[in-house]
């Protein structure tokens, strides 16, 4: 099945560019942890983790996030996912969808995520993040331990499935700030992998991603 790129490109006002908020707190002092990485890691059996999932609305991310999480359980592996819609309920219950608190969304994730895989979990993350400023951030809060995964699917398929009728409700003008319709994605530049929910099944694209993460974080 051939896929169509067509969909517009909104990359150009990146909101995200504008810096992250900061801390308001001046005098901090970082408390080191007495058990390393090194002993996380050996009794975990892996390495902590960021796989952080982007791609637009539609295009598999949460669906994959938790078939993996299932499938990475099985194998005995520390786990848990962060889901977009499960954290706004939540931690980020205060934000709505306007650019900077999309903005304040992802770095908040970005630090969760961060400490999770400091934890030597494996964490998830599932989110359309759209600015590549945002995802940057993200990274730096891990280091070396983000990676960065594009769900990739084209706006037409997304359209097509459209599982929570979010398209749909753009299209009519009920949602503004609609990622890929009336607001911005930008695809990452060098995603450490690309799956391709449009060209292929959910099992398939788990099982990329399992072998992924046997080489890169089981290693």
């Known amino acids: 099945m ?9 990359r150009d006002g990146d909101p995200s560019r504008r810096g992250p908020r900061r801390a308001r707190s001046a005098n901090l002092t970082e408390v080191g942890h007495l058990v390393t990485p090194q002993a996380r890691a050996a009794r975990n ?20 996030a938790m078939h993996l999480e299932q499938r990475l ?6 786990v848990y996912v962060l889901d977009g819609d499960n954290v706004r309920k ?15 969304n992802i770095r908040r994730v970005g630090e969760i995520a961060a400490l999770i ?9 599932a989110f ?20 960065e995964v594009y769900v990739k ?31 911005p994605y930008t695809p990452p530049a060098q995603p450490e992998l690309i799956v391709d929910t449009a060209q292929k099944s959910i099992d398939a694209c788990v099982d990329e991603l399992v072998v992924y993460v046997q080489r890169h974080i089981q290693g």
């Not at 892996?46 to 949460?62: D, E, F, R």
């Not at 459209?162 to 749909?168: A, I, N, S, T």
Request: hydrophobic share 40%.
């Open 2 to 10: 051939r896929v169509d790129w067509r969909h517009r490109d909104l």
């Open 45 to 64: 059996g892996h390495t902590g983790a960021v796989i952080w999932m982007t791609g637009l609305s539609g295009a598999g991310k949460s669906t994959l």
């Open 73 to 78: 359980f099985d194998k005995g592996l520390q």
């Open 90 to 104: 939540g931690v980020n219950a205060d934000l709505g969808f306007a650019p900077e608190d999309r903005m304040e």
């Open 117 to 125: 895989a400091d934890a030597g979990l494996i964490a998830i993350a």
């Open 128 to 147: 359309i993040s759209p600015y590549q400023a945002d995802r940057d951030r993200a990274r730096k809060a891990s280091g070396a331990a983000f990676h």
């Open 153 to 183: 699917a084209d706006l037409e398929t997304c359209e097509r499935r459209d599982p929570k009728g979010l398209y749909r409700r753009a299209r009519a003008g009920d949602i503004p700030e609609f990622t890929g319709i009336t607001a």
